[in-house]
């Protein structure tokens, strides 16, 4: 089982580094270009998004290619946005009726994506969780502890709707409607950006194009081959203890996805509360991780098992994964400076110089 990881010394870094300015970016506005690449920048979904499409293109297509990929994002985060009264999720979350009629395709194929998460990972990915996250103050920036008693009430609720047994309170998603019980109020901030990226790399690979960097907020999407050879791109991987480097994986084809409880948090009297919920308390998830980093060829299925495997904690994330190998490899970083990273990555996660333990999962 222990293996350690192959370490880098401080040239092999920096020259990993340069290579590494193909994902590592400052978010500066607007257009540039890179090694090869032109960029671009936009803000959405609250966070900075960066698309990087090869030079080689012809300056028309280029102009085309990022309106089109912005115009993509715009429209599905007026869709999924919670707080817009004018999204689509909006209306969903507030009408009063049970059988709601939706427009839009999108959102119920994300929500199907959702429910199809919540059943793989044993209601770990929670898209149910709204209500809970509002009142921790996540979606206003209002921060406070909830009341314990609210919140144990109001998570019996919800985990008698994940209750597929309780089939007179379930959620039920059709081609064109969605059954639920009134007031049951969904939240795709777990998966809305993986959903984005899938989107965006579908179109991608229409129009022709064979090597892009697509960067929504860090859940990055390595697609096609670094500049047209036959090379896989160097992402990096986050240090949660310091924000600096902690290692780097090659990857071709596929979404590198972390969840942390680093990324988005308050502090009130000297505790840290992040925006990842346990469903099972109403608390911020609490079980030992501090970074999960999901690698898989579909990145919406990423964006939901890094979150979901962030709430169940090490062991089950790693019980979860021998389940099922072969659909994504996995990097958990524990709050004990453990690093766990499984056999897909033997050949190509690579540590810097950390005084973490290392551990090959087989
Ligand atoms: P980020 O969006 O910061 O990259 P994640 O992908 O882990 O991080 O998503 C966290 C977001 O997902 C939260 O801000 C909230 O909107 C939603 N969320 C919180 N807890 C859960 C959960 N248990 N299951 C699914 N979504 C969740
Ligand atoms: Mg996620």
Known sequence: MKNKAPKLSITRINCIIVMLSVVLCCFVSGCGKKEGYVTKQFFAM???????????????????????????????EACFS???????????NNDINENVTLDSKELLDILKEGEYLEDLTDGAFCDKLYVISKEWGFTTGNYKVPDKAWLDAEILEIQDIMDDSNTDISVDI???????????????GGIAKGYATD??????????????????????????????????????????????????????????????????????????YHHIIDSTTGYPADNGLVSVTIISEDASYADGLSTALFVMGLDEAITFWENNRNSFDAILITENNEIYYTEGLLDNFVMTEKPYTCKLVK
């Open 46 to 76: 609250d966070t900075w998004m960066e698309i990087q499409l090869p030079e080689s293109c012809d300056d028309k297509d280029l102009e085309l290619y990022f309106n089109d990929v912005e115009a993509i994002v715009r429209k599905l």
């Open 82 to 92: 919670v707080t817009s009264t004018a999204s689509d999720l909006y209306k969903l």
């Open 174 to 188: 059709n081609e064109s409607s969605v059954i639920r019980p009134v007031g049951t109020c969904f939240d795709l």
């Open 199 to 272: 989107k965006i790399v579908d179109y991608l690979a229409d129009k022709g194009i064979n090597s892009a960097i697509v960067n929504l907020g860090g859940n990055i999407y390595a697609f096609g081959d670094k500049q047209g050879k036959e090379d896989r791109f160097v992402v990096g991987i986050t240090d949660p203890f310091d924000n600096t480097l902690l290692g780097t994986v090659m990857v071709k084809d596929m979404a590198v996805v972390t969840s942390g409880n680093y990324e988005r948090y308050f502090e009130l009297d000297g505790e840290r």
